[in-house]
């Protein structure tokens, strides 16, 4: 079975469940890492939770959310071989499979999106990477990891 793993802090909570409920209809396996609690967390701390988690293994992708989606993803981009895309909608959920191959995707719980989120998770899911010129790019984004630029 195909497996997620998902994290949040308390200015997400409601879409989260949404989107693990709908990941969970789909058929996915969700790991679901919290939190549900209104009490307040520290993002960074949820994002390296999940994002190591997801490193190690047997996860097809990972889902993080915070109130702005800003803060959780810029925390997951920081782990070395994650790839976290934050998108505004399903153009850029599709494209942040198609062209950039992510790893993980950010939503925030406070943002008024134009788009229905979990159409944008869908998205994302029924895509798939294009590779050729974009695993070039791919490549350099990862070469960054290395200190090499
Ligand atoms: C928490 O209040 C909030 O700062 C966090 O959820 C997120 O929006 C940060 O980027």
Do not use: W
Request: hydrophobic share 40%; proline share 2%.
């Amino acid at each position: 079975m195909s497996k997620v793993v998902v994290a949040n802090d308390h200015g997400a909570i409601e879409l989260t469940l949404s989107i693990v409920a709908h990941l969970e209809e789909r058929g996915f396996e969700v790991n679901h890492l919290g939190v549900t609690s209104p009490d307040s967390v520290d993002y960074p701390d949820m994002a390296t939770k999940a994002c190591g988690e997801y490193l190690a293994g047997g996860y097809d992708f990972g889902i993080v959310c915070c109130g702005t989606g800003i803060g959780i993803s810029i925390s997951a981009n920081k782990v070395d071989g994650i790839r976290c895309a934050l998108p505004q909608n399903i153009f850029a959920a599709t494209m942040a499979k198609e062209h950039n191959n992510a790893n993980f995707i950010a939503f925030g719980g406070r943002i008024e999106y134009s788009e229905n989120v979990l159409d944008m998770v869908d998205a994302f899911i029924d895509s798939s990477f294009q590779g050729g010129r974009h695993q070039k790019r791919v490549d350099k984004i990862m070469a960054i990891e290395g200190g090499t630029c």
